[in-house]
């Protein structure tokens, strides 16, 4: 039986795959001009044309790894430095006391923890995006999970899958809802309630997915820890609460002050100096769990960068805009609900090879928001086949380097988190295609 191929096996086969579709799709690309509000590139619409441009050769695909490795270089540091500094918190014994502690005082009410740190990812992604970040937090909910009796499968459900379905349905994601709502022109937290109802109708079902997955399919708690009644020492006690003031003040640094990848980058970093200096490690203990860290990370950081190299070839390639008008240029021939789950799948399948939905919100909605008059559709209707449709993908798309990492930390395979994830996805995109119907008949 020949074993599937791992995540840096599939993300080359993509990238070589990008290259071959710029000598089959035929080139074209819409015109765009310069926002004076932001500065950014906008398209215009019903401007595309075909172009003549040559095609992306076998040294301009190569190039594209690296380029696409430094094109994420902000990225790659948080990872490198939050993956350290996690490392050096597992050294100290703190964060295994910790868990271990929680899990004692939880004994029985394990689907309560569940919810809990499901409910914490859901606001996470629904308040700013959160995905990248959860590669560092992977390791403890792993441990977290596994002491619990869960497998590794639930352990990124809870989070990373949650954090998606908050980013996916949220009426204040600034990287999704909120930009796709600038390009449409529509007021900032318009349809804030409906799309509260609807996240909070997808939460629950959500949540009966995972646990109902979660209690067919527990793994068994070593015996040594069910005897064991866990306590916190001083010293754990202040590590943990060096870890929860990080936090606290990322979350500030997020919502407040606008912090970016280096800010985080930062602030992690110098935490993992601190718990290690407390923790006992020294300087050069610190040091050396560091340097640990950085090695049970990077290929994580790689897939992060080789998922940007897919980009990089379609745009050189002038193919992107040229998918953009074969998916959705043949909407405005269907009647109005028909075209609305259309335009979600659409926008599903676009993120495939268009993996930054806020990219995908700046290229699609000013060509869909015309349209979308066009069949009679509202342009809240237009921004909620998008923002569930092409978040939701993150979830399952290869593409998506944060998954890719998360996974590769986790150890488990792409195909069997695909076997995994792909009737819960499914069942949320019904949904969510339920919810855009309800939208047309609702004129929302």
Same mark, same amino acid.
Request: net charge neutral; charged share 10%; glycine share 8%.
């Given at each position: 039986?020949?074993?599937?191929?791992?995540?840096?096996?599939?993300?080359?086969?993509?990238?070589?795959?990008?290259?071959?579709?710029?000598?089959?799709?035929?080139?074209?690309?819409?015109?765009?001009?310069?926002?004076?509000?932001?500065?950014?590139?906008?398209?215009?619409?019903? @401007?595309?044309?075909? #172009?003549?441009?040559?095609?992306?050769?076998?040294?301009?695909?190569?190039?594209?790894?690296?380029?696409? #490795? =430094?094109?994420?270089?902000?990225?790659?540091?948080?990872?490198?430095?939050?993956?350290?500094?996690?490392? !050096?918190?597992?050294?100290?014994?703190?964060?295994?006391?910790?868990?271990?502690?929680?899990?004692?005082?939880?004994?029985?009410?394990?689907?309560?923890?569940?919810?809990?740190?499901?409910?914490?990812?859901?606001?996470? /992604?629904?308040?700013?995006?959160?995905?990248?970040?959860?590669?560092?937090?992977?390791?403890?909910?792993?441990?977290?999970?596994?002491?619990?009796?869960?497998?590794?499968?639930?352990?990124?459900? %809870?989070?990373?899958?949650?954090?998606?379905?908050?980013?996916?349905?949220?009426?204040?994601?600034?990287?999704? !809802?909120?930009?796709?709502?600038?390009?449409?022109?529509?007021?900032?937290?318009?349809?804030?309630?409906?799309?509260?109802?609807?996240? /909070?109708?997808?939460?629950? %079902?959500?949540?009966?997915?995972?646990?109902?997955?979660?209690?067919?399919?527990?793994?068994?708690?070593?015996?040594?820890?069910?005897?064991?009644?866990?306590?916190?020492?001083?010293?754990?006690?202040?590590?943990?609460?060096?870890?929860? $003031?990080?936090?606290?003040?990322?979350?500030?640094?997020?919502?407040?002050?606008?912090? /970016?990848?280096?800010?985080?980058?930062?602030?992690?970093?110098?935490?993992?100096?601190?718990?290690?200096?407390?923790?006992?490690?020294? =300087?050069?203990?610190?040091?050396?769990?560091? #340097?640990?860290?950085?090695?049970?990370? $990077?290929?994580? $950081?790689?897939?992060?960068?080789? @998922?940007?190299?897919?980009?990089?070839?379609?745009?050189?390639?002038?193919?992107?805009?040229? =998918?953009?008008?074969?998916?959705? $240029?043949?909407?405005?021939?269907?009647?109005?609900?028909?075209?609305?789950?259309?335009?979600?799948? @659409?926008?599903?399948?676009?993120?495939?090879?268009?993996?930054?939905?806020?990219?995908?919100?700046?290229?699609?909605?000013?060509?869909?928001?015309?349209?979308?008059?066009?069949?009679?559709?509202?342009?809240? !209707?237009?921004?909620?086949?998008?923002? &569930?449709?092409?978040?939701?993908?993150?979830?399952?798309?290869?593409?998506?380097?944060?998954?890719?990492?998360?996974?590769?930390?986790?150890?488990?395979?792409?195909?069997?988190?695909?076997?995994?994830?792909?009737?819960?996805?499914?069942?949320?995109?019904?949904?969510?295609?339920?919810?855009?119907?309800?939208?047309? &008949?609702?004129?929302?």
């Amino acid at each position: 039986m020949r074993k599937f191929p791992n995540a840096l096996v599939i993300m080359i086969s993509i990238i070589f795959l990008a290259a071959i579709f710029t000598y089959i799709i035929p080139q074209g690309k819409y015109e765009r001009v310069l926002s004076p509000d932001t500065g950014e590139m906008l398209v215009v619409p019903h @401007s595309y044309k075909s #172009i003549d441009a040559p095609s992306v050769s076998i040294a301009e695909t190569f190039m594209a790894i690296p380029q696409g #490795i =430094i094109n994420r270089a902000d990225v790659i540091a948080l990872i490198f430095l939050i993956g350290g500094s996690f490392f !050096v918190l597992e050294k100290t014994g703190a964060l295994n006391n910790g868990v271990e502690y929680l899990v004692d005082v939880l004994r029985g009410k394990e689907e309560v923890v569940l919810v809990l740190v499901s409910l914490v990812f859901l606001a996470g /992604g629904a308040l700013s995006g959160l995905q990248e970040e959860i590669i560092a937090m992977t390791p403890v909910l792993l441990f977290l999970c596994h002491r619990m009796g869960y497998d590794s499968f639930v352990a990124i459900a %809870i989070s990373y899958g949650s954090a998606v379905l908050g980013a996916s349905f949220s009426p204040i994601n600034p990287f999704a !809802v909120v930009i796709a709502q600038k390009e449409t022109n529509l007021e900032f937290l318009s349809g804030s309630t409906y799309r509260l109802v609807v996240m /909070g109708l997808a939460f629950v %079902i959500w949540m009966w997915l995972v646990i109902r997955y979660a209690n067919k399919n527990r793994i068994v708690k070593s015996a040594e820890f069910s005897e064991i009644k866990t306590r916190l020492s001083l010293k754990t006690t202040a590590i943990l609460g060096i870890v929860a $003031t990080t936090f606290f003040v990322l979350i500030i640094g997020i919502l407040q002050y606008n912090w /970016g990848f280096n800010e985080m980058s930062a602030e992690f970093f110098a935490m993992g100096i601190l718990i290690g200096i407390i923790g006992g490690l020294g =300087i050069n203990g610190t040091a050396e769990a560091y #340097i640990e860290g950085f090695k049970a990370v $990077t290929f994580a $950081t790689i897939i992060i960068g080789l @998922s940007s190299s897919i980009s990089i070839i379609l745009e050189k390639g002038f193919i992107i805009d040229s =998918i953009i008008y074969g998916l959705f $240029t043949p909407l405005q021939y269907l009647p109005k609900s028909i075209s609305a789950i259309a335009m979600l799948y @659409s926008q599903a399948l676009l993120h495939i090879v268009v993996p930054s939905y806020s990219g995908q919100a700046i290229l699609t909605m000013p060509i869909l928001a015309p349209l979308s008059d066009l069949i009679g559709l509202s342009r809240q !209707v237009c921004v909620l086949a998008y923002q &569930y449709g092409a978040v939701m993908m993150d979830m399952i798309i290869p593409t998506n380097g944060g998954l890719m990492a998360v996974l590769a930390i986790a150890g488990i395979p792409f195909n069997k988190w695909f076997s995994f994830i792909f009737k819960l996805c499914l069942t949320i995109l019904l949904f969510a295609s339920l919810a855009v119907v309800v939208a047309v &008949y609702l004129q929302f």
